[in-house]
Structure formats: structure tokens, C-alpha cells
Nanobody
Framework: QLQASGGGLVQAGGSLRLSCAAS????????MGWFRQIPGKEREFVAV???????FYADSVKGRFTISRDNRKRTLYLQMNSLEFEDTAAYYC????????????????WGQGTQVTVSS
């Protein structure tokens, strides 16, 4: 029900834009988030946009990443600028109705993940 895309290989300092297309859910009733994960580690909060359009970011990406949503297209976006090697991970989009939206445990739906690799 969530399909993430847009990952790839980019040099440090470059940019990527991730997309997450939703189907089969009432998109505008969910808080939508991006998380990332590297092998052997827990899924890490990156950013969230709530139903009202309010945005919250992890400190590590604040000022570099921008989350947005288009409710008519039922699509979530993550614009990533000034990418760093440490941003290398699989990125997952998720949908939750839980107000504890920094926690991956509360998400009802997940996309399949899209790999972002930043070369130093």
C-alpha cells in the first residue's frame, strides 16, 4: 500500500528526492514518516509530516532534508540535500495514526524501502 522510490547512488554533497505513493488507505488521515535503517541496526526516525502539515525532523537531518506531502496525489516526499556518507541507508516510508510518530513501533503501514548510497 506504500511504494517508495527515488533512491540511488550519489556523491557527498549531492541531492536526491524520495517519493512514497500510497494506495488503499485514506492518505490524508495519516501522519506520514520517513525512517532509515542500516544492517544490524534499528530503524531510525528521519522526518514526519502530520495530518495538518506540521513537520518534525531528526537533529541529524535538520536543515538538509525537507519532508512534504501531496494529499491529492497521495504521495509523500523527502528532499535530501547536502547528503553525507552517514546518510547511507535503506529509507522507508510509513503511515501512522499514532501521535508518537517518532517511534517506528506505532506505524501501521510500511513501504518496501529504497536504498540511498552516498559516496565520500
Amino acid at each position: 500500500q506504500l511504494q517508495a522510490s527515488g533512491g540511488g547512488l550519489v556523491q557527498a554533497g549531492g541531492s536526491l528526492r524520495l517519493s512514497c505513493a500510497a494506495s488503499g488507505l485514506t492518505f490524508n488521515t495519516y501522519h506520514m514518516g520517513w525512517f532509515r535503517q542500516i544492517p544490524g541496526k534499528e530503524r531510525e526516525f528521519v522526518a514526519v509530516i502530520n495530518r495538518s502539515g506540521g513537520t518534525f525532523y531528526a537533529d541529524s537531518v535538520k536543515g538538509r532534508f525537507t519532508i512534504s506531502r501531496d494529499n491529492r496525489k497521495r504521495t509523500l516526499y523527502l528532499q535530501m540535500n547536502s547528503l553525507e556518507f552517514e546518510d547511507t541507508a535503506a529509507y522507508y516510508c510509513g503511515a501512522t495514526v499514532n501521535v508518537q510518530f517518532r517511534s517506528a513501533a506505532g506505524y501501521r503501514y510500511w513501504g518496501q524501502g529504497t536504498q540511498v548510497t552516498v559516496s565520500s
